[in-house]
């Protein structure tokens, strides 16, 4: 008998590794060579401090999600309430007893890792947000009791990480809210008024912000107004992207940043570095790469038939593609600098952190997705 449900077992786990996504699994892949050779660069063609950590990140979070998706996509829906008061309890931590850096308070101690909870809290907003619309019926969506749990369960969050101060994150954290309720199937007139509602409200908005946002604002309108100063990084990374030119300067040849012109090139800025060394045609197969991964996290979705597995897989997908929008257009100077990480690519343990869960559970969306959520 034991032996019988050892094979079993083994089947099972035989089976689950066969389900898995190869083309995602190889894009993560992909992705994760193409980061690594990057952080080799930006420690000047050795294995430094970042390249080591970049690399050991990364085997132990892409084992991670190999483990958590073969978890039934019934116990992600179990934990959704669950997983998201914990990150909230966590971010409340974090204002009193976080570990302060660089004039924010964003980051717990966890003695093997400094972890960032609201990097963790744009996953788990969709965890929540899926569960609670799943199985409710178009004109539950819609009612007033299901618009105010929403905007509740997507501002509590929002207000404590603008607390840190942290605006940039806290804006991705509310966008990958409000993609869950786009494709719940909220009336069009609530997104079409809240918008109205933002832009009316800007200019008392932008009174509220600090004085360094209110710089970075600024500095995106007109960057050579303080090009020694706030101005420098954004002129330094478009130089550094148009000096990459079609082909490239080549691996380990990017004279902005080895001339140490272009600061923290290794975190929101790792497009840059990138971009300078291989070119257009580097990134646009960098994008292609992406492309690709986000169309297969949609893909999971469609032919998931748990209501659930389809809206995480839908708003993560279109979360990623956010992310990676607002990222590149940030370094291209097209949007203002708002702190936003490359998925992957990007230096930061928290942030592929997330990253990875997120597709772990769209990896077991995959696996399970013949299962369906009563």
């Known amino acids: 008998m034991y032996l019988q449900n050892k094979l079993e077992n083994k089947i099972s786990l035989f089976n689950k590794i066969k389900k898995l996504d190869g083309i995602l699994l190889v894009c993560i892949v992909l992705i994760g060579v193409i980061s690594l050779a990057t952080m080799y660069s930006t420690d000047g063609g050795r294995i430094l401090f970042h390249t080591k950590s970049h690399f050991l990140k990364f085997v132990i979070f892409t084992s991670l999600m190999l483990v958590i998706s073969f978890l039934n996509i019934r116990f992600w829906f179990s934990i959704g309430y669950l997983s998201y008061l914990i990150i909230l309890a966590m971010l409340i931590w974090t204002i009193h007893f976080g570990i302060t850096a660089s004039g924010s308070q964003r980051w717990i101690d966890l003695y093997f890792i400094n972890i960032q909870p609201s990097e963790l809290m744009k996953i788990c907003i969709i965890l929540c947000l899926a569960k609670f619309f799943h199985r409710k019926r178009l004109e539950n969506v819609n009612s ?104 490239g ?67 993560f997908g279109t979360s990623m593609f956010v992310y990676i929008i607002i990222n590149m257009s940030m370094v291209l100077g097209l949007l203002p600098i708002v702190g936003s990480p490359l998925p992957i690519m990007s230096y930061g343990g928290s942030s592929m952190l997330a990253t990875m869960l997120g597709l772990g559970i769209v990896m077991s969306a995959k696996i399970h997705s013949d299962q369906s959520i009563a």
Request: glycine share 8%; hydrophobic share 50%.
């Open 144 to 247: 007033l009791y299901s618009v105010i749990i929403s905007l509740v369960v997507i501002f509590l969050p929002m207000s404590l990480v603008i607390i840190q101060p942290d605006l940039g994150t806290s804006l991705l954290i509310s966008i990958s809210g409000i993609l869950v309720l786009w494709f719940a199937g909220l009336n069009h007139k609530y997104f079409f008024y809240s918008f109205l509602i933002s832009v009316i409200s800007l200019p008392f908005i932008i009174s509220f912000l600090k004085p360094y946002q209110k710089l970075r604002v600024l500095t995106f309108l007109n960057p050579d107004r303080d090009p020694l100063g706030a101005g420098y990084q954004i002129i330094q990374s478009k130089i550094a992207v148009g000096s990459g030119g079609i082909f």
């Open 249 to 315: 300067k080549g691996f380990l040849k990017g004279t902005q940043s080895y001339l140490e012109f272009l600061p923290e090139k290794h975190t929101d800025f790792i497009f840059t570095l990138f971009s300078e060394e291989f070119g257009f045609f580097g990134s646009v197969f960098l994008l292609i790469i992406y492309s690709i991964m986000i169309y297969r996290i949609i893909k999971i979705g469609v032919i998931s038939r748990s209501y659930f597995a389809k809206l995480f897989c839908y708003s």
